[in-house]
């Protein structure tokens, strides 16, 4: 997977190396508060979340879950919304299916049932 400086430069295809260097490349061009990242990732205490930023680490299965159906979230969006800016902004924006909420909101408050639900419904509306 690029890091996060070079996403934008390869947009059609998603970060590609580990788990945690495609984690910290999304949050970064999705824009994600420290926070966020944490809820995402499972809530690793931060003395585990800043050592996995700085020098990667050793995941659980549900955090490297997590980042498998986060990833996931990317390549569709990519699919379905070829412009970058519009594919990145869309976990911002409300939307009816998740009753007006963004799905960033609906990724953040359902744990990793919320970020699956975003998952499938991403992979519904490209078909996949």
């Known amino acids: 997977m690029p890091d996060a400086t070079n996403i934008e ?8 190396a580990d788990g945690l260097s ?5 949050a970064d061009v ?23 930023k700085k020098d990667g680490g050793v ?8 980042i498998s159906h986060l990833v996931s979230i990317y390549k569709a969006l990519q699919v ?11 976990i911002e924006r409300p939307h009816r299916f998740f009753g007006a909420k963004p799905a960033l909101e609906v990724m953040l408050g ?3 049932e919320g970020i699956i ?9 490209r078909g996949g």
């Open 30 to 52: 999705w824009k994600l508060t420290t926070d966020q990242q944490i809820t995402l990732l499972g809530s690793p205490g931060r003395s585990t979340f800043f050592k996995w």
């Open 9 to 16: 430069s390869t947009r059609a295809s998603p970060p590609a």
């Open 117 to 125: 639900l975003v998952r499938d419904y991403l992979d519904a509306q």
């Open 59 to 66: 995941l659980s299965p549900d955090t490297a879950e997590r």
């Open 110 to 112: 359902g744990g990793l």
């Open 80 to 90: 379905l919304f070829p412009q970058a800016e519009r594919a990145d902004a869309w």
């Open 22 to 26: 495609a984690f910290f490349a999304l």
